[in-house]
């Protein structure tokens, strides 16, 4: 499907949706727990239901009422299903293999196409020397058997950062004390750091030495209410609206997060755009940008709308080190040129760089989703400052983090 968007002018304030990386982690924290407990500040998305599905075949019942889901996971364990739907969520995926892990059953995950083209290898890596079996039956399924037993386990950091999370969740429920160590460089670091953060609010301690974890066996998880935090990877989408097109207030960001995706405030300010402290939140006024160089290694999903940003900027800029962004939703280098190109801006892929020419405006015109929502979101942002309209081709994909998007930002936004 294709929208149209015919937005010059952005002004006003948006509540930005809760965090979707916090969502699927207090979602299993509190699952672990076998209790009860409500999270506040919940917000849906495909993402986010793919992992209470899981959830839900593992035993858990939810009841879901303004933005705040109560949780009943005291059947944890009692299953429903032993196929889990991961739809297009790699956190899902990456986070409910070792989850099924803990039951000594058999597991398939159906999924859908594309996301088992993204990687397992770590994985795949880990359980080679265990008894543990991953299968992947064709594209769209994957058999998972075994159990885990507690142990050292080492795993590459340069792959993705979810296969850490994903083990980290899970090494306190086993019987012995575990060693999980990161060799290589730990990338998407802020990720992990996140994952650590939900654990150490549900009750449950991990020793960290640089890339070393060691984590106690036998810990429980505590059953307890839990507000989640503002999104960051969204917010950047509407601070850059602000920066690039008029005076927008974001609202509902925590301050001192453990969200890697935070640095988007930095690296705007390192532009030369004018982002301030209010009471009411950050605001992001119209500013005349510089291009600079960014690192994208530790922040990939800003990779969409920093590409907008530079082409909107004055000079040459260049996104680094994104080696990483070609397994996500799409290959988040070849979509973010195309994005530009396709609205008139210069951009190009050098290896696993994005070098873009700024400009003053770009002209508009079609750019295609590639089934990723972040390019979506980005090309919205974009037509802020195109000449012509803006159409997406399969902006639905926008479904995947953020269905409230079009109406933040056409509605609360965007004034013509
Ligand atoms: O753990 C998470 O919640 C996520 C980790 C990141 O993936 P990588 O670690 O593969 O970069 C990020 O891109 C994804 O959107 C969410
Ligand atoms: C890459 C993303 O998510 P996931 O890896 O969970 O599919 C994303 O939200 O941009």
């Known amino acids: 499907m294709i929208k149209e968007i015919n937005c010059k002018k952005v002004n006003g304030t948006v509540r930005i949706p809760a965090s979707k990386s916090y969502g699927h982690r207090a979602l299993i924290a509190l699952s672990l727990s076998k209790g009860k407990g409500v999270l506040d500040n919940f917000d849906m998305s495909l993402d986010i239901m793919a992992t209470l599905k899981c959830l839900e075949d593992l035993g858990v019942d939810f009841i879901f009422s303004d933005r705040s889901l109560s949780i009943d996971a005291t059947r944890f364990g009692q299953f429903r299903d032993r196929t889990m739907k991961p739809e297009e969520s790699g956190s899902t995926l990456r986070f409910f293999i070792p989850i099924t892990l803990l039951f000594d059953e058999v597991f398939e995950f159906?999924?859908?196409?594309?996301?088992?083209?993204?990687?397992?290898?770590?994985?795949?890596?880990?359980?080679?020397?265990?008894?543990?079996?991953?299968?992947?039956?064709?594209?769209?399924?994957?058999?998972?058997?075994?159990?885990?037993?507690?142990?050292?386990?080492?795993?590459?950091?340069?792959?993705?950062?979810?296969?850490?999370?994903?083990?980290?969740?899970?090494?306190?429920?086993?019987?012995?004390?575990?060693?999980?160590?990161?060799?290589?460089?730990?990338?998407?670091?802020?990720?992990?750091?996140?994952t650590l953060k939900v654990m150490e609010d549900f009750g449950i301690e991990?020793?960290?030495?640089?890339?070393?974890?060691?984590?106690?066996?036998?810990?429980?998880?505590?059953?307890?209410?839990?507000?989640?935090?503002?999104?960051?990877?969204?917010?950047?989408?509407?601070?850059?609206?602000?920066?690039?097109?008029?005076?927008?207030?974001?609202?509902?960001?925590?301050?001192?997060?453990?969200?890697?995706?935070?640095?988007?405030?930095?690296?705007?300010?390192?532009?030369?755009?004018?982002?301030?402290?209010?009471?009411?939140?950050?605001?992001?006024?119209?500013?005349?940008?510089k291009a600079i160089d960014i690192d994208i290694s530790q922040t990939p999903d800003l990779t969409p709308i920093l590409g907008v940003l530079l082409s909107l900027s004055k000079g040459t800029g260049r996104l680094l080190n994104g080696k990483r962004l070609r397994y996500k939703e799409s290959d988040r280098i070849k979509t973010t040129v195309a994005m530009i190109t396709s609205l008139g801006g210069d951009a190009r892929e050098d290896g696993e760089d994005i070098v873009i020419e700024g400009k003053d405006m770009l002209k508009g015109g079609r750019s295609f989703a590639f089934n990723d929502h972040r390019?979506?979101?980005?090309?919205?942002?974009?037509?802020?400052?195109?000449?012509?309209?803006?159409?997406?081709?399969?902006?639905?994909?926008?479904?995947?983090?953020?269905?409230?998007?079009?109406?933040?930002?056409e509605h609360m936004l965007c004034s013509r």
């Open 206 to 289: 991990v020793a960290r030495d640089g890339n070393t974890f060691r984590v106690k066996g036998n810990q429980s998880y505590l059953a307890r209410d839990y507000k989640i935090e503002g999104d960051y990877s969204q917010g950047a989408f509407m601070l850059a609206a602000g920066v690039l097109g008029g005076d927008v207030t974001v609202t509902g960001l925590e301050k001192g997060t453990a969200q890697g995706d935070a640095d988007i405030v930095r690296i705007i300010k390192d532009m030369g755009g004018v982002i301030d402290e209010t009471p009411d939140g950050l605001r992001a006024r119209r500013s005349d940008l």
């Open 110 to 194: 159906r999924c859908k196409t594309g996301l088992l083209k993204r990687p397992l290898t770590v994985y795949e890596e880990l359980f080679k020397d265990l008894d543990i079996v991953l299968y992947r039956d064709s594209l769209e399924s994957l058999v998972v058997k075994g159990k885990l037993t507690s142990g050292e386990f080492t795993m590459r950091g340069d792959v993705s950062s979810q296969f850490i999370s994903g083990m980290l969740l899970v090494l306190p429920m086993l019987e012995g004390d575990s060693v999980l160590k990161v060799t290589g460089e730990l990338e998407s670091e802020g990720y992990v750091n996140m």
């Open 375 to 409: 390019i979506v979101m980005a090309s919205a942002v974009a037509a802020l400052r195109s000449l012509d309209k803006v159409y997406i081709d399969g902006y639905e994909a926008v479904n995947k983090s953020y269905p409230e998007f079009f109406n933040d930002f």
